[in-house]
């Protein structure tokens, strides 16, 4: 992240009903307490809603990746959807090394003017999480 300043790469949003988080820059040892603090808080209410934009991030550690399997296990505990928007590149081979591919559900696509259902984003992975119907 270059600056030291782990909070700017995080941005939130709410589309269509969902927490929307966008994720930029390097998910590490630094800037992994933050993100989990941040996603935590928002998995914190029954049946969140959660959607995790990972396409501008550049690189993800075993850090990062154990921030998103614990929100992902919170998620579920609560009854609630979690998605990850991904595009090829380091994120998605991180996933794929780790074999965490098919444990989320995996969108490819953009987070803009979607709807609630389905957030109207295409699936690129296999796996599927409880769903807050």
């Known amino acids: 992240m270059g600056d030291g300043m782990p909070h700017e790469c995080l941005r939130e949003r709410t589309v269509a009903g969902a ?16 993100v989990a603090a941040r996603l935590d808080a928002l998995s914190a209410a029954p049946r969140p809603d959660l959607v995790v934009d990972l ?49 989320f559900d995996m969108r490819y696509g953009p987070t803009e003017g979607v709807t609630h259902e389905g957030l109207g984003l295409p699936r690129t992975g296999t796996g599927g999480l409880a769903g807050g119907t």
């Open 19 to 34: 927490d929307v988080v966008s994720l930029h820059g390097e998910i590490d040892l630094i800037s992994a307490p933050l």
């Open 55 to 103: 396409r501008e991030v550049g690189f993800i550690d075993c850090s990062g990746l154990r921030v998103l399997c614990r929100t992902l296990r919170r998620v579920r505990q609560r009854g609630g959807t979690l998605r990850l928007v991904v595009v090829d590149g380091p994120v998605l081979g991180a996933l794929r090394l780790a074999d965490l591919e098919h444990a």
